[in-house]
């Protein structure tokens, strides 16, 4: 499967972006997707994970509150709403599906299809 991510760009500390990861194909094939991302000369992060496998929607900390993740089943596609952005929240985002456990879906490794990315820079 393909994952196509788009949405990001640049905004004012406060603002709003949605990004957007649309499927080849159907993602009600993956147990999860995923939103995961990476500032320069970091690790990548886990960011959300809409497991509808099995019933979940997990956020990391520092988004919570903040990010809404969201899918669309007729489009194929996965949405991380985003607000109340901080210049911490500059990275680049990429999305993800697999069929990952509880216990790994938090972990880039869980996921097995990635899509390329796309940049948010937080900046006034």
């Known amino acids: 499967v393909q994952l196509q991510a788009s949405g990001g760009g640049l905004v004012q500390p406060g603002g709003s972006l949605r990004l957007s990861c649309v499927a080849s194909?159907?993602?009600?094939?993956?147990?999860?997707m995923a939103w995961f991302r990476q500032a320069p000369g970091k690790e990548r992060e886990f960011v959300a994970t809409?497991?509808?496998?099995?019933?979940?929607?997990f956020y990391a900390d520092s988004v919570k509150g903040r990010f809404t993740i969201s899918r669309d089943n007729a489009k194929n596609t996965v949405y991380l709403q985003m607000g109340s952005l901080k210049p911490e929240d500059t990275a680049v985002y990429f999305c993800?599906?697999?069929?990952?456990?509880?216990?790994?879906?938090?972990?880039?490794?869980?996921?097995?299809?990635w899509g390329q990315g796309t940049e948010v820079t937080v900046s006034s």
């Open positions: 194909e159907r993602i009600s094939s993956f147990r999860a």
């Open positions: 993800a599906a697999g069929n990952p456990i509880v216990s790994t879906m938090r972990a880039p490794y869980g996921y097995t299809n």
């Open positions: 809409y497991d509808w496998g099995g019933g979940h929607i």
